[in-house]
């Protein structure tokens, strides 16, 4: 690499963001940040009723990211690549799906004192894949929590994150449809690394046609 980077991962529920993150951290030789998503003591009850739990699931979703954010880069961020498979900015997309308009109004407040002393990414990878293709994936992981994720709030999660990053401008940015790609594939990786390393300004949608997959 040319320089060290800080690169981010994005996209809903299952889309694979975990197994590229911790891929492109190991080919880079660099470190990788994964989000303490089975830490949160709220979630389960979340998905079995979200109108009760979100707000405790939102907060604490959103403080123990900043506090990751905030160990990771007291020490030196520029030493080394740094792969997270979280945005923090995305936490928004969320509360705003969830949250009653006075609970979202409270979060609001908070999320703008600690956004404002977050480190931006250098890239950020939106990795997208079809609903049917993440509750396959949700499904194959087996993580007992998120057997109540219903079908109708992956899809909300979904559109939400397409209209998030359809107006996202703060960063480079490079959006990759994976429903057809597998991430534990070698040669998909192969094409997909390959465009991270040298895509650094404006957006750009990535496709395996033309890549050799």
């Known amino acids: 690499m040319e320089k060290s980077r800080y690169i981010a991962i994005e996209g809903p529920i299952g889309v694979g963001k975990t197994t590229l993150a911790t891929a492109l951290a190991d080919r880079l030789g660099g470190r990788v940040v994964l989000e303490?998503?089975?830490?949160?003591?709220?979630?389960?009850g979340f998905y079995q009723d979200r109108?009760?739990?979100?707000?405790?699931?939102?907060?604490?979703?959103?403080?123990?990211?900043?506090?990751?954010?905030?160990?990771?880069?007291?020490?030196?961020?520029?030493?080394?690549?740094?792969?997270?498979?979280?945005?923090?900015?995305?936490?928004?997309?969320?509360?705003?799906?969830?949250?009653?308009p006075n609970e979202l109004a409270l979060y609001e407040r908070i999320w703008q004192v600690l956004g404002a002393r977050v480190v931006k990414p250098d890239l950020v990878v939106y990795l997208q894949a079809r609903p049917e293709v993440l509750a396959?994936?949700?499904?194959?992981r087996g993580r007992d929590f998120e057997r109540g994720v219903a079908a109708d709030y992956l899809d909300q999660v979904s559109r939400a994150y397409g209209d998030f990053f359809f107006h996202y401008e703060e960063t480079p940015l490079l959006v990759v449809n994976t429903s057809d790609i597998d991430l534990g594939d070698e040669g998909d990786l192969d094409a997909l690394f390959r465009e991270i390393r040298r895509h650094r300004h404006g957006r750009l949608h990535f496709s395996l046609a033309g890549h050799g997959g």
């Open 36 to 44: 303490a998503v089975e830490q949160n003591p709220f979630l389960p």
């Open 51 to 100: 109108k009760k739990h979100a707000f405790q699931a939102q907060l604490f979703f959103l403080l123990s990211r900043f506090q990751q954010q905030q160990e990771l880069f007291q020490q030196d961020l520029f030493s080394q690549v740094t792969v997270a498979d979280y945005l923090f900015a995305k936490d928004r997309i969320f509360a705003s799906l969830t949250l009653e």
């Open 136 to 140: 396959s994936r949700i499904k194959k």
